[in-house]
T-cell receptor
C-alpha cells in the first residue's frame, strides 16, 4: 500500500535556528512529492514540489526540501526559523497511475521566540 | 484572484439531518477533489470528480455520502442522516499541473 509517513507529531525549534520536518514515502514508480502548510482554521497552502530534476527543491517563504531516493525521504528544511512559521505541515505524494494525493498525518511546527 | 471557494465555512447539524457542502474550484479548473480531516489526523481522500463525472470515489463511505459536480454550479458533497462521527473538516481542492489548490474548508459539527 502506498503511504506517506511523518514520524514527528511536533517539532519545537527556537527562532533563528534551522528547522527540519521529516517525511518518508512508500509509493510505486517515480514519486511526485509535495509539502503543504496549514494555519489554524485555514485550508492547505502549497509550499513546494518535487517532480524531477534537482534533488534540492526551493519553495515559498524560504523553505526547501531535499529528495533522497535511496532513503525514500523528502525532508522539509529552513535555515532560520521564524515564529510565523508555526503551523501544521503536511507531506504528500502521488505514486503510480493515480490522481490520489496521499498525505502524511502532519507535523506541528512550534517556533519559540 | 479567486481561489477555491467553499461554503459554508461552519455547519452545525443534529444527528439525522442532512449536510450539504459546496465547493467552487479555481476558475478554469475542471477537476475537483474532496478530502476529510479528522482531529489529530491527516487528510483522507474521499472522491475525485470531473464535470458531470465521478472519476474515483474509493475514499467515500458506502452509505450516506454522495458527491456531484454538475455542468453548471459548484460541486456538492452531501451527507445524509449525519452522525457524530461525521464531525470533521471537509476540504475541497482543484488542480493544475499536479498541484492541488485547497479551499478554506467546511467545519461540520454534528450535535
Amino acid at each position: 500500500a502506498q503511504s506517506v509517513a511523518q514520524p514527528e507529531d511536533q517539532v519545537n525549534v527556537a527562532e533563528g535556528n534551522p528547522l527540519t520536518v521529516k517525511c518518508t514515502y512508500s509509493v510505486s514508480g517515480n514519486p511526485y512529492l509535495f509539502w503543504y502548510v496549514q494555519y489554524p482554521n485555514r485550508g492547505l497552502q502549497f509550499l513546494l514540489k518535487y517532480i524531477t530534476g534537482d534533488n534540492l527543491v526551493k519553495g515559498s517563504y524560504g523553505f526547501e526540501a531535499e529528495f533522497n531516493k535511496s532513503q525514500t525521504s523528502f525532508h522539509l528544511k529552513k535555515p532560520s526559523a521564524l515564529v510565523s512559521d508555526s503551523a501544521l505541515y503536511f507531506c504528500a505524494a502521488y505514486g503510480g497511475a493515480t490522481n490520489k494525493l496521499i498525505f502524511g498525518t502532519g507535523t506541528l511546527l512550534a517556533v519559540q521566540p | 484572484n479567486a481561489g477555491v471557494m467553499q461554503n459554508p465555512r461552519h455547519l452545525v447539524r443534529r444527528r439525522g439531518q442532512e449536510a450539504r457542502l459546496r465547493c467552487s474550484p479555481v476558475k478554469g479548473h475542471s477537476h475537483v477533489y474532496w478530502y476529510r480531516q479528522l482531529p489529530e489526523e491527516g487528510l483522507k481522500f474521499m472522491v475525485y470528480l470531473q464535470k458531470e463525472n465521478i472519476i474515483d470515489e474509493s475514499g467515500m463511505p458506502k452509505e450516506r455520502f454522495s458527491a456531484e459536480f454538475p455542468k453548471e454550479g459548484p460541486s456538492i458533497l452531501r451527507i445524509q442522516q449525519v452522525v457524530r462521527g461525521d464531525s470533521a473538516a471537509y476540504f475541497c481542492a482543484s488542480s493544475l499541473d499536479y498541484i492541488k489548490y485547497f479551499g478554506p474548508g467546511t467545519r461540520l459539527t454534528v450535535l
